[in-house]
């Protein structure tokens, strides 16, 4: 006689494992979330920093500077390595009487950052200028309180990705949206100035630092246009990207809703979209220089537009509200026939030239940009403008 075991062989529902999981790992992101919070709010950073200040100052009393280094051949090398320091300002971070050490850079000698920068993390300022750095360090990401990156007129070729990369929680392999990203890694910035590099694209998560408001990416030649993650800098006011290659407008930058200033100039744009009276805070736009044929109707739907800069002889359709409008500043210029004509011979030739000559059309392209500057704000004021300006270049030949 046999004896029958019986074996009772568990049965698990699938969908209720799952659905437990999923609480638990809520859970724990849930935790998570508020063990960050509590590290933000925590006195803990803010203390360390004011201690690395102190211990800067007694160091290093005056502002720490090296400047004046021979390069050879009895030439002095004129670049200089400076950490000043600054009064906070409307920094709302920073308490009342509190200083900031701001970073500065210049020379055409220096092709990297000097190494103790890395350390150096509660710096609030980057200002680099007029160097031969080609791509910006690795340890950028940690300078978490930096609030102004000014790079212009330097070599770089790329901006790194993890200048706003935003954190995603990956559970067994895949990635959970329940929780909400955490900002990115320099989510304090508040203005980046890149122009007169040699980009040739920005990164996207570039659009994670949304307390930017000032971003300035003038006069990289190569750079045709921006990412749509960009639409997420809600923040921005002030966008510049004249004097690259766009054929277009960006579409990120019609959705960013707070902007004041826009300026295009200097670009192959060749129209102007009809949905641009998107941009209801607009007050500046900049568009001369391009291969505009006509002006939208829709500008003149802004009510916040005052001042507007058209340029071209090929302009055939201008809308009678924007010319006529007494609150809206419109200046068209007329560029002469020899400043085209040369700036055609200075493209033909361009893959030829050495750096000596780009160096030289981008100082008169800097020129060029500050005297309109310049020109705009003496109109700001004014009720009545001129509604054209000739412009008027003189070519000698010796």
Same mark, same amino acid.
């Given at each position: 006689?046999?004896?029958? !075991?019986?074996?009772?062989?568990?049965?698990?529902?699938?969908?209720?494992?799952?659905?437990?999981?999923?609480?638990?790992?809520?859970?724990?992101?849930?935790?998570?979330?508020?063990?960050?919070?509590?590290?933000?709010?925590?006195?803990?950073?803010?203390?360390?920093?004011?201690?690395?200040?102190?211990?800067?100052?007694?160091?290093?009393?005056?502002?720490?500077?090296?400047?004046?280094?021979?390069?050879?051949?009895?030439?002095?090398?004129?670049?200089?390595?400076?950490?000043?320091?600054?009064?906070?300002?409307?920094?709302?971070?920073?308490?009342?009487?509190?200083?900031?050490?701001? *970073?500065?850079?210049?020379? !055409?000698?220096?092709?990297? *950052?000097?190494?103790?920068?890395?350390?150096?993390?509660?710096?609030?300022?980057?200002?680099?200028?007029?160097?031969?750095?080609?791509?910006?360090?690795?340890?950028?990401?940690?300078?978490?309180?930096?609030?102004?990156?000014?790079?212009?007129?330097?070599?770089?070729?790329?901006?790194?990705?993890?200048?706003?990369?935003?954190?995603?929680?990956?559970?067994?392999?895949?990635?959970?949206?329940?929780?909400?990203?955490?900002?990115?890694?320099?989510?304090?910035?508040?203005?980046?100035?890149?122009? *007169?590099?040699?980009?040739?694209?920005?990164?996207?998560?570039?659009?994670?630092?949304?307390?930017?408001?000032?971003?300035?990416?003038?006069?990289?030649?190569?750079?045709?246009?921006?990412?749509?993650?960009?639409?997420?800098?809600?923040?921005?006011?002030?966008?510049?990207?004249?004097?690259?290659?766009?054929?277009?407008?960006?579409?990120?930058?019609?959705?960013?809703?707070?902007?004041?200033?826009?300026?295009?100039?200097?670009?192959?744009?060749?129209?102007?979209?009809?949905?641009?009276?998107?941009?209801?805070?607009?007050?500046?736009?900049?568009?001369?220089?391009?291969?505009?044929?006509?002006?939208?109707?829709?500008?003149?739907?802004?009510?916040?537009?005052?001042?507007?800069?058209?340029?071209?002889?090929?302009?055939?359709?201008?809308?009678?509200?924007?010319?006529?409008?007494?609150?809206?500043?419109?200046?068209?210029?007329?560029?002469?026939?020899?400043?085209?004509?040369?700036?055609?011979?200075?493209?033909?030739?361009? !893959?030829?030239?050495?750096?000596? !000559?780009?160096?030289?059309?981008?100082?008169?392209?800097?020129?060029?940009?500050?005297?309109?500057?310049?020109?705009?704000?003496?109109?700001?004021?004014?009720?009545?403008?001129?509604?054209?300006?000739?412009?008027?270049?003189?070519?000698?030949?010796?």
């Amino acid at each position: 006689m046999t004896l029958e !075991r019986k074996v009772h062989v568990p049965a698990y529902d699938v969908l209720a494992v799952r659905s437990l999981w999923e609480v638990r790992v809520k859970k724990q992101q849930q935790r998570q979330r508020k063990e960050h919070e509590r590290k933000e709010r925590s006195a803990l950073a803010k203390i360390e920093q004011q201690w690395q200040y102190r211990i800067y100052c007694k160091t290093a009393s005056p502002p720490r500077t090296h400047h004046g280094t021979h390069a050879g051949d009895g030439e002095v090398d004129e670049s200089s390595f400076l950490l000043a320091e600054r009064p906070c300002g409307e920094d709302p971070d920073a308490s009342d009487g509190d200083k900031k050490l701001v *970073f500065q850079l210049d020379g !055409r000698q220096w092709k990297d *950052f000097p190494r103790e920068l890395q350390w150096m993390t509660y710096l609030r300022e980057w200002h680099v200028t007029s160097t031969q750095i080609q791509k910006l360090p690795d340890y950028l990401s940690s300078f978490t309180l930096l609030t102004v990156l000014d790079l212009p007129k330097n070599a770089l070729t790329e901006l790194p990705p993890d200048i706003g990369e935003m954190r995603l929680v990956v559970f067994l392999g895949v990635p959970t949206f329940n929780q909400a990203p955490s900002p990115g890694k320099l989510a304090a910035l508040r203005e980046l100035n890149v122009s *007169f590099n040699r980009l040739r694209g920005v990164p996207a998560q570039l659009g994670d630092c949304q307390n930017l408001e000032r971003l300035e990416l003038a006069g990289n030649a190569n750079l045709c246009q921006l990412p749509f993650e960009l639409s997420a800098l809600k923040k921005l006011r002030h966008l510049d990207v004249a004097q690259n290659n766009m054929a277009s407008i960006p579409i990120c930058a019609l959705r960013m809703s707070n902007l004041q200033l826009l300026d295009l100039s200097h670009n192959r744009l060749s129209d102007l979209p009809q949905d641009m009276d998107r941009l209801q805070q607009l007050q500046t736009l900049l568009v001369h220089k391009n291969k505009l044929t006509y002006v939208p109707q829709c500008l003149a739907n802004i009510p916040t537009l005052s001042m507007m800069v058209v340029s071209g002889e090929e302009l055939v359709c201008i809308p009678t509200r924007l010319c006529s409008n007494p609150s809206i500043k419109f200046i068209r210029l007329y560029d002469s026939p020899a400043s085209d004509k040369k700036e055609e011979e200075i493209h033909e030739r361009g !893959r030829g030239r050495g750096r000596w !000559r780009e160096e030289e059309e981008m100082m008169k392209d800097i020129s060029e940009k500050e005297f309109m500057e310049v020109y705009v704000d003496t109109l700001k004021d004014r009720e009545d403008v001129p509604y054209a300006t000739t412009k008027v270049s003189i070519s000698c030949l010796l």
